[in-house]
């Protein structure tokens, strides 16, 4: 059996520090969380599920859409957005930080663009489920933090892998976490 040679060496980045966080509230299609998983392996980004989810996540659905990239990944489960927001505020004050992160809300009833979010290190990035998004009352109640991804066809919404990787990559860009990059 001949041996496989190395793989070519891949662009790459140095990791954000504090790394943006993305927030699944009730993830209802194990592809599309096993998507997500992969964008946040390759840009070390803490994935975090929210709330009961509508599939196991040893699933083999979920794990072949992640491909063998689940070890590389950081995903914690909570069981309500309320966990999520108290680990986070631990998390930051063992870090010294004097505030817990950012949340920002992404829906496709938005009125204002995410090319206008402040994106900061350490944010977090929350959407909701494939089928309705995320609550209402949680939308209304966070209306100056609730972004969409402007739209020039006719459809509904994005695929939720898609517009949770259109954000990130633009949150990255926007803190300089794209740049510069190297062979690696």
Partial sequence: ????????????????????HIVLVEPEIPPNTGSIARTCAATNTPLHLVGPLGFRLD????????LDYWH???????AALDDFE??????AADAGLSEAPRLHYFSGDAEQSYLDAPFAPGDALVFGKESVGLPRALLDANRERVWGIPMSGGV???????????????????????GPTFRG
């Fill in 86 to 91: 108290r680990a986070q505020v631990r998390i």
């Fill in 156 to 178: 509904r919404s994005l695929n939720l892998s898609n517009a949770v990787s259109i954000v990130l990559f633009e949150a990255l860009r926007r803190c300089g976490a794209l």
């Fill in 59 to 66: 699933e083999h659905s979920i794990r072949r859409a992640g």
């Fill in 1 to 20: 059996m001949t041996p496989h040679p190395p793989p070519p060496p891949k662009l790459r980045t140095a990791p954000l520090a504090p790394p943006f």
């Fill in 72 to 78: 590389l990944v950081q995903v914690q489960q909570h």
